[in-house]
């Protein structure tokens, strides 16, 4: 429950509604003196007294200089990870990028002072945040200002994988001069494909166009009217690997895109396809590349990022005579690496203040005393706002979200902030790098162009619950299970806390009922006798736990809606035979 673990490290101070950080450090790591005072506000520590604050990999000298300003800075870089755990209890806050792992090693060194880890940059995959969280300590990042030094690294890469630019250079310093060997290919009229249209790709895509590109892109959550307006088509992931001449990648390294290119998919690619990654190495699966280069399908590949940073010296891929390699260098610009240090330093000084921190990626806030009321909402509102997203079918983009919460209570005896945070960031999470919490929640669903509307029932009765039910619906895009689509054509899920549990009790039109633990099957079948046994025996015969099975229908023996919650992931060829079977309409497998 990552979430509640988050939300119990920092909270609104009652007294002080003005949306100070107050840290409250979990009860296990609280030294003695900090134990009689709890809300334990960070800014307090240092009236007579300056932070200090660790950097541990290089950065712009403008951020240092902010940083100054308010505290001691202590730059030490290329510290061993024994080195960074002994330094680390004598500071406040650490500054660092990608190079340096911030490991639970280091917040269990720092003997509970460290309060603020600044991420110069967007990926924060260095960084254990739940060990973070745990540690009552807030992780701000810089998710902007390396957006335009990523995409131009990426143009760089795409223009020296159709030119051999490195291979010709290499040659060139052996001595030889092979004008006949080092042939390009053209960039004017040739298909770019941009997978993942968010801030790096939609950048990408714009400067290809000026190149004289045709780009289409795969995203399955990108409005389809911001593609358009700088005429790019946005396809299926199928279209755009097997159209394109040049493949340059932009999407999150999350579980849905981990080695999504793969043998299966290079096998769809044009034949003397390159491709680009600026993104993360974990969406390629590093050895389908090196096949897929051997048989050359893929003619040339760019990587800046790989698997593992840095690669093992004899890493195949780093040597393959095919690979230009760069050494995770997409944000290493003078000007990103100086917005970078601005942005990260002021995020950072803030934090240490007090204030509130607009890239928080661990830290919803809220009073005490209403987070313990929510809690169990706030794990329902996450999951379905996740189980919402994953029924949208690919292509459609996600932009209107109505939610209804039903109780008893009047509106104004209501908050509702942190359940709307925690619905967006169910929505948003599993489709982007993007970390959602109170804090970001609102900022993040307007950078990505999500309206949220929310409506109240009031309900009669004891308002002794704050809420009955809460629904998530998502307007004008096609449902990958058509039958989450309610009558008025709105993918829905609707749900509630039963026994302190977050329960699925609708999906579109059908009432179902089952607890919102590990992972589910949704089925749509013609209601008859023997299917439940059916799908049941089969996901016994496959070692699937299922943890809750109902059924909703609307009429007995016409179309029903089977729920089945499940402890482990069904394979690919369980989830065929269950598609396979006799009555079984159409069904889908969501992850909570
Ligand atoms: N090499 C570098 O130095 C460097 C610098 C900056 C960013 N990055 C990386 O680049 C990537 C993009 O960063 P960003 O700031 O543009 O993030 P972003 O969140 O703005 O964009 C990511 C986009 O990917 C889309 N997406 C999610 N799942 C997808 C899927 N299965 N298929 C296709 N698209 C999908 C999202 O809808 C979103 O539009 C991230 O992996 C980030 O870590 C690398
Ligand atoms: O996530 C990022 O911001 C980029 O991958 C850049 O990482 P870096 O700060 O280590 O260059």
């Given amino acids: 429950m990552a979430a509640s673990c988050s939300m119990n490290?920092?909270?609104?101070?009652?007294?002080?509604?003005?949306?100070?950080?107050?840290?409250?450090?979990?009860?296990?790591?609280?030294?003695?003196?900090?134990?009689?005072?709890?809300?334990?506000?960070?800014?307090?520590?240092?009236?007579?007294?300056?932070?200090?604050?660790?950097?541990?990999?290089?950065?712009?000298?403008?951020?240092?200089?902010?940083?100054?300003?308010?505290?001691?800075v202590d730059c030490s870089y290329n510290l061993s990870p024994e080195e960074l755990c002994t330094k680390i209890s004598l500071c406040d806050a650490l500054i660092v990028r990608s190079g340096t792992k911030v490991s639970r090693e280091v917040f269990e060194s720092s003997g509970g002072r460290l309060k603020v880890i600044g991420r110069a940059g967007v990926g924060i995959d260095n960084v254990d945040l739940s060990a973070a969280t745990e540690h009552g300590c807030l992780v701000v990042n810089a998710p902007t200002a390396n957006t335009i030094a990523a995409a131009e690294h990426g143009i760089a890469l795409l223009t020296a994988v159709a030119r051999s630019i490195a291979q010709a250079d290499a040659s060139v310093k052996a001595g030889q001069w092979q004008r006949s060997k080092y042939v390009g290919v053209s960039l004017v009229g040739k298909t770019l494909a941009v997978m993942g249209f968010g801030k790096v790709g939609s950048e990408v895509a714009r400067r290809a166009k000026g190149l004289g590109m045709q780009v289409i892109s795969h995203d399955p959550y990108a409005p389809a009217d911001r593609a358009r307006a700088i005429g790019v088509e946005l396809v299926s992931f199928d279209e755009a690997i097997s159209t394109a001449d040049f493949i340059s990648l932009h999407m999150p390294l999350t579980p849905a895109t981990l080695r999504m290119f793969n043998d299966e998919a290079f096998s769809k690619m044009k034949k003397g396809v390159r491709i680009v990654n600026v993104a993360r190495g974990g969406v390629i699966d590093e050895e389908a590349l090196i096949r897929a280069l051997d048989s050359g399908i893929v003619a040339q590949a760019a990587l800046d990022?790989?698997?593992?940073?840095?690669?093992?010296?004899?890493?195949?891929?780093?040597?393959?005579?095919?690979?230009?390699?760069?050494?995770?260098?997409?944000?290493?610009?003078?000007?990103?690496?100086?917005?970078?240090?601005?942005?990260?330093?002021?995020?950072?000084?803030?934090?240490?203040?007090?204030?509130?921190?607009?890239?928080?990626?661990?830290?919803?806030?809220?009073?005490?005393?209403?987070?313990?009321?929510?809690?169990p909402f706030v794990a329902l509102a996450e999951k379905l706002g996740r189980l919402?997203?994953?029924?949208?079918?690919?292509?459609?983009?996600?932009?209107?979200?109505?939610?209804?919460?039903?109780?008893?209570?009047?509106?104004?005896?209501?908050?509702?902030?942190?359940?709307?945070?925690?619905?967006?960031?169910?929505?948003?999470?599993?489709?982007s790098s993007v970390f959602v919490n109170l804090v970001n929640a609102d900022f993040t669903a307007k950078q990505r162009g999500l309206r949220i509307t929310e409506e109240r029932i009031v309900l009669d009765g004891s308002p002794e619950n704050p809420l009955e039910s809460i629904q998530v619906q998502i307007a004008?895009?096609?449902?990958?299970?058509?039958?989450?689509?309610?009558?008025?054509?709105?993918?829905?899920?609707?749900?509630?806390?039963?026994?302190?549990?977050?329960?699925?009790?609708?999906?579109?039109?059908?009432?179902?009922?089952?607890?919102?633990?590990?992972?589910?099957?949704?089925?749509?079948?013609?209601?008859?006798?023997?299917?439940?046994?059916?799908?049941?025996?089969?996901?016994?015969?496959?070692?699937?736990?299922?943890?809750?099975?109902?059924?909703?229908?609307?009429?007995?023996?016409?179309?029903?809606?089977?729920?089945?919650?499940?402890?482990?992931?069904?394979?690919?060829?369980?989830?065929?035979?269950?598609?396979e079977t006799p009555a079984i309409e159409e069904f889908v497998f969501l992850k909570l």
Wanted: charged letters at 20%; proline letters at 6%; aromatic letters at 4%.
């Fill in 305 to 375: 990022v790989f698997t593992e940073e840095p690669p093992a010296k004899d890493s195949k891929l780093v040597l393959h005579e095919q690979v230009t390699a760069t050494p995770h260098l997409g944000a290493s610009t003078m000007e990103a690496q100086e917005g970078v240090a601005i942005e990260i330093a002021e995020a950072v000084v803030g934090a240490l203040k007090g204030e509130l921190a607009a890239t928080a990626v661990n830290a919803p806030m809220v009073p005490a005393e209403v987070l313990s009321e929510l809690a």
């Fill in 476 to 579: 004008n895009v096609e449902s990958k299970f058509a039958s989450a689509i309610s009558d008025f054509g709105e993918i829905t899920v609707e749900g509630r806390v039963k026994d302190g549990k977050p329960h699925l009790t609708k999906v579109g039109s059908f009432g179902v009922d089952v607890s919102l633990e590990g992972s589910l099957i949704l089925c749509r079948q013609i209601d008859q006798p023997g299917i439940i046994g059916k799908v049941g025996s089969l996901l016994g015969e496959e070692n699937i736990n299922v943890n809750f099975m109902s059924v909703g229908r609307n009429a007995p023996r016409k179309q029903a809606v089977m729920t089945i919650g499940v402890d482990e992931e069904p394979s690919r060829e369980a989830l065929k035979r269950i598609g």
């Fill in 9 to 72: 490290n920092l909270m609104f101070s009652p007294s002080n509604p003005t949306l100070s950080w107050n840290f409250s450090l979990p009860t296990t790591s609280i030294p003695p003196f900090r134990k009689a005072n709890k809300r334990f506000a960070v800014f307090a520590t240092f009236m007579s007294t300056k932070p200090t604050v660790l950097v541990t990999e290089k950065l712009g000298e403008p951020g240092l200089e902010l940083l100054r300003n308010f505290a001691n």
């Fill in 388 to 431: 919402a997203v994953q029924l949208v079918a690919g292509g459609s983009g996600v932009k209107t979200v109505k939610v209804t919460y039903a109780s008893a209570r009047s509106p104004d005896d209501l908050d509702t902030r942190l359940l709307q945070a925690m619905i967006i960031k169910g929505i948003i999470e599993p489709i």
